[in-house]
């Protein structure tokens, strides 16, 4: 298996504009989870689903954040619109079972928003 | 009450010294404390992990101990390499998702 694979790796966008970024989690998996990581906050956990539903949204910071999962093999996180605040590395994560397992985090999206 | 506190926020070691790194946790419902570690430019990856259950867990150069009592578990990297320098993360497990401390950027000077 190639992993979890997040894409785009780099998204330089202006302020206002809509974002999204997209994770393929590792086959087989059920959990998928998202992480922002910036220097202040370290990696804060965003959402997470459990086959494709989502269980836990308390740390998504505001509503112009929203996460979808369609099926089990595609993931998106969407910001609309966009601030320089949100600037920071977002990091998708998948594992089988629940939190007591290897979390398998893919390489993770540089967003800057200028 | 969600939080997990690491501690020291970067480390300096010299190359083959003993790099240590500790973390706090309040949640007594935690259950499971992993160490992940991180290169430049990549993803975190599992390095160690503990259960409750145990005092002590050892891989290799890699050593978690932890405190049930006091709330505490630290990470102890034996016989530090240049390799080893990255930054480190713990994080404690309950009901579903895991909580990050800070990280902790380690380097190791040949």
């Known amino acids: 298996d190639a992993g979890v694979i997040q894409s785009p790796r780099h998204e330089v966008t202006e302020m206002g504009q809509e974002v999204t970024l997209r994770c393929k989690p590792i086959?087989?998996?059920?959990?998928l989870f998202w992480y922002r990581q910036t220097m202040m906050r370290g990696l804060e956990l965003l959402i997470y689903?459990?086959?494709?539903?989502?269980?836990?949204d308390s740390g998504m910071p505001e509503d112009r954040f929203s996460a979808k999962m369609p099926n089990a093999s595609f993931s998106t996180l969407k910001i609309q619109p966009s601030e320089p605040r949100d600037s920071a590395v977002y990091f998708c994560?998948?594992?089988?079972?629940?939190?007591?397992?290897?979390?398998?985090f893919g390489q993770g999206t540089r967003l800057t928003v200028v | 009450q969600q939080q997990v506190k690491q501690s020291p926020q970067s480390l300096i070691v010299q190359k083959g010294g003993i790099s240590i790194i500790n973390c706090a946790y309040e949640?007594?419902?935690?259950?499971?404390f992993p160490w992940y570690q991180q290169f430049p430019g990549k993803g975190p990856a599992l390095l160690i992990a503990?259960?409750?259950?145990?005092s002590e867990k050892k891989e290799g150069r890699f050593t978690i101990s932890f405190n049930k009592s006091a709330k505490q578990f630290s990470l102890h990297i034996m016989d530090s390499q240049p390799g080893d320098s990255a930054t480190y993360f713990c994080?404690?497990?309950?009901?579903?998702?895991?909580?990050f401390g800070q990280g902790t950027t380690l380097q190791v000077k040949p």
């Open positions: 994560a998948s594992t089988i079972g629940q939190y007591n397992t290897e979390a398998f």
């Open positions: 689903f459990n086959n494709n539903v989502p269980i836990d």
């Open positions: 994080a404690a497990g309950n009901t579903g998702k895991l909580i």
């Open positions: 086959s087989g998996h059920d959990y």
């Open positions: 949640n007594t419902a935690f259950d499971y």
């Open positions: 503990i259960r409750p259950d145990v």
